[in-house]
């Protein structure tokens, strides 16, 4: 199991942007997919994005292509979420969350989570 601490989620006018960040504990860090989800009141849990362990590939849902990114700084055992051009349905809960098989994460099969950072997008 692995130990998420997330944080940077607030609230940001349409347009704008904002970065999250996951911490996580272990020294077999790089071993571990990681990736994005978000809920948003009343709405099931919804992919945003994963990430390899080497940081070398990449998915995003469909409703945040090219306005998110993802990436991960190993050494520092942390993954981040640039959010950028912000649209107000972007408003949710983000979640961080790790697995060992990135294809079962990004199917919402993970065990390990974040505890939520609420982001919130004002228009």
């Known amino acids: 199991q692995v130990q998420l601490v997330e944080s940077g989620g607030g609230l940001v006018q349409a347009g704008g942007s904002l970065r999250l960040s996951c911490t996580a504990s272990?020294?077999?860090?790089?071993?571990?997919?990681m990736g994005w989800f978000r809920q948003a009141p009343g709405k099931e849990r919804e992919f945003v994005a994963a990430?390899?362990?080497?940081?070398?590939?990449?998915y995003y849902a469909d409703s945040v292509k090219d306005r998110f990114t993802i990436s991960r700084d190993n050494p520092k055992n942390t993954v981040y979420l640039q959010m950028s051009s912000l649209k107000p349905e972007d408003t949710a809960v983000y979640y961080c969350?790790?697995?060992?098989?990135?294809?079962?994460?990004?199917?919402?099969?993970?065990?390990?989570w974040g505890q939520g950072t609420q982001v919130t997008v004002s228009s």
């Open positions: 969350t790790a697995d060992w098989v990135l294809n079962k994460l990004r199917a919402g099969g993970s065990r390990d």
């Open positions: 272990g020294r077999t860090f790089s071993n571990y997919a």
């Open positions: 990430i390899s362990g080497s940081g070398l590939t990449t």
